[in-house]
């Protein structure tokens, strides 16, 4: 595993969870293309039968620069509206084995290989070299920044999905994720001799976030909000009447039409995407609708809903605080949401696509809301790169180190191996 605020001196082995204990998945077939092998594998009480034959685990070896087997079924968007599974091919070796009944599946694999995957399911491998670049400085800095170790339980150093970083294997790469691995080969963005824990997310909307304001954590002075667009200045859209009137406009935004067209971002986005418009939406709720999801996703009991109040919004527009009024057992009622991440969890049926947005409801008998629209901004948590927005620059002929210092301030681009 890699050890948090270490700087690699040469190229780390890492560990990919594909299928972990929480997918409750039993069996799986894996094929070696190599040696025209397949394994049906299942979990069954405390061991694994492996065609049949009962074993606690299995390592299959593999190549280390070629795939070497492909695995189906793998879950994809895990706890996302957009769940599905897939077959995927990998490079490396698998340890496989039992973990409570049921599968765990470890790939393991070289960084610079993952990270030429990591680059084609984050986004199409049709995208331009310079957005490409920047998406692979920034996916290895994340990685071997180890700031968040999310599965450090587990002894992986990512999942295989958007929890970490989106892996599917070598099934979309394209020559030009091949080259954009190689020019930044053992690249990273570096603040104070240490690894930028580069954040990244879909579309910021306008203007990304300062990452206190989406994460308990320190401020960073390389995740800052910034305005995404060739202008100067941040807006600060904290304001609820500054950010009405800011998302009117689309400011010319390296995310919005201005730079990357409806029919582009079909073609650039990544394979397991919903297409739709991620700069500027709406959703609208009739008073059952919104009674019905905030009970079921905060255990509450209202028994009508009179109001939604922001209470607090960062520099983006993202609401980080937000107030639900109503009855419940005959009384006034209130919760509080106190994270983007809740709002968005708690006012969409799945996810909201942002908490950056402003709300447009009519009240009707005994004060409660008859219809409630939200209109937003944004794709994701907006703190550090935009990935269309990088993707509008790349377009218009930015280069990747350009677009890295757009988005990261302060940081600086550091080869740290051959
Ligand atoms: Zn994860
Ligand atoms: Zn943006």
Redesign the pocket.
């Known amino acids: 595993m890699l050890v948090k605020g270490k700087k690699p001196k040469s190229e780390p082995l890492i560990s990919v969870g594909l299928i972990l204990p929480i997918d409750k998945q039993n069996s799986i077939t894996i094929s070696n293309d190599i040696e025209q092998k397949t394994y049906i594998i299942e979990a069954e009480n405390d061991h694994l039968l492996v065609n049949g034959n009962k074993t606690k685990s299995i390592e299959l070896m593999g190549y280390a620069d070629d795939p070497s087997y492909t695995l189906d079924p793998v879950p994809a968007g895990r706890g996302f509206h957009w769940e599905k599974n897939i077959s995927i091919q990998v490079i490396g070796s698998l340890k496989i084995s039992n973990s409570d009944g049921s599968l765990f599946i470890i790939n393991q694999l070289k960084l610079e290989s993952y990270l030429m995957c990591v680059a084609t399911s984050e986004m199409s491998g049709n995208c331009p070299q310079a957005l490409l670049e920047a998406q692979t400085i920034a996916a290895r800095s994340w990685l071997v920044a180890a700031a968040e170790q ?2 450090l339980d587990l002894g992986l150093d ?2 295989n ?1 958007d ?2 970083q989106r892996y599917q294997g070598v099934g979309n790469l394209s020559t030009q994720a091949r080259s954009a691995t190689n020019n930044t080969r053992g690249k990273f963005l570096i603040f104070n001799d240490m690894v930028c824990d580069t954040r990244y997310s879909k579309s910021c909307g306008g203007v990304s976030e300062h990452n206190e304001n989406v994460w308990d954590m320190e401020p960073k002075p390389y995740l800052r909000g910034v305005f995404d667009s060739e202008q100067k200045g941040l807006p600060d859209l904290s304001d609820p009447i500054h950010f009405k009137e800011w998302l009117k406009n689309d400011h010319g935004c390296y995310c919005s039409e201005h730079y990357v067209n409806n029919e582009q971002l079909k073609k650039y986005l990544g394979s397991v995407d919903e297409k739709g418009n991620y700069f500027r939406w709406e959703f609208t709720y009739y008073q059952n609708e919104l009674l019905k999801m905030v009970n079921e996703k905060t255990g509450q009991s209202f028994e009508n809903i009179s109001s939604i109040d922001p209470i607090q919004r960062g520099v983006s527009g993202r609401i980080i605080k937000l107030k639900i009024s109503g009855q419940s057992k005959g009384e006034d009622h209130h919760i509080v949401l106190e994270s983007e991440y809740e709002i968005r969890r708690v006012l969409h049926p799945e996810f909201l696509y942002s908490s950056a947005f402003t709300i447009n409801a009519n009240s009707g008998i005994n004060r409660t809301l008859d219809k409630v629209t939200l209109s937003g901004a944004g794709w994701g948590h907006g703190v550090g790169l935009c990935q269309i927005g990088a993707l509008g620059m790349a377009l218009s002929g930015i280069s990747s180190d350009d677009i890295l210092s757009h988005y990261f301030l302060s940081s600086t681009l550091e080869k740290l191996y051959d």
Do not use: M, P
Request: glycine share 0%; charged share 30%.
């Open positions: 999310k599965h990512a999942c999905d929890c970490c």
